[in-house]
């Protein structure tokens, strides 16, 4: 086993998944200049409706922000490792006792179909891989919206996504504490109406991770 990953680091060896650049032996996900420039987001006690609290890697912009266009959009799955080890370290900061289930905002089957992937899922099996979770389907976005990013405004936001996910397994999650994964936070409208509904099915708690931020004065409306 060992021989066949030496021949695969020989054919492909890791690039840093900001600048894309050769990782040396001792680097891991990302190279030195990275982590030392990337646009790293603070722990924060900015509030997102119905989550109790919440954790992301970056801020999206510059290189993190070509990052994950790459792998939302083009097909760059082998970052959900990578993503899911830096997010995983900064979630142990916001709930030390840990999470009891592990989740995450799945797109719509149309969507999934066209993408060939759900990247919050691929996302989620990452972090549990760190956290020692298993991730468990708890919503099904059973209709097909339009995408957050084509939308100006908070409330526009908002209204795009009400209604538009079910839980899954309910008996599950009555009295837990959930960690819910996605990609990016922009206004958080996404991830509070599935915490909403997760938590009007008898969650006790909703944690948020996400792999980026987008900043207030960065967004749209």
């Not at 209204?159 to 837990?176: C, I, M, P």
């Not at 958080?188 to 938590?199: D, F, S």
Request: hydrophobic fraction near 40%; charge should be positive; aromatic fraction near 8%.
């Amino acid at each position: 086993m060992r021989i066949k990953e030496h021949f695969l680091e020989i054919l492909f060896p890791p690039k840093c998944l900001l600048c894309r650049k050769i990782l040396q032996k001792d680097e891991l996900d990302l190279c030195r200049q990275c982590r030392t420039d990337a646009p790293v987001c603070p722990l924060s006690k900015k509030k997102f409706p119905f989550i109790d609290s919440w954790a992301a890697v970056w801020y999206y912009e510059g290189q993190a922000r070509s990052s994950l266009l790459r792998y939302k959009f083009h097909n760059a799955r082998s970052y959900a490792g990578g993503y899911g080890r830096l997010l995983a370290m900064q979630l142990q900061h916001i709930q030390p006792e840990g999470f009891d289930l592990l989740t995450w905002i799945p797109i719509s089957p149309l969507r999934k179909l066209r993408r060939g992937y759900d990247q919050s899922q691929l996302l989620a099996q990452a972090v549990g891989n760190e956290l020692g979770l298993e991730p468990v389907r708890l919503l099904r976005k059973f209709r097909h919206n339009r995408a957050q990013s084509s939308i100006v405004g908070g409330a526009q936001r908002r209204a795009n996504v009400l209604g538009v996910y079910r839980v899954e397994n309910s008996s599950a999650l009555v009295g837990k504490r959930i960690l819910l994964i996605d990609d990016i936070i922009t206004t958080g409208a996404t991830a509070g109406e599935c915490a909403r509904v997760l938590l009007t099915a008898g969650a006790k708690e909703v944690y948020l991770g996400a792999v980026a931020l987008r900043q207030r004065n960065k967004q749209q409306g």
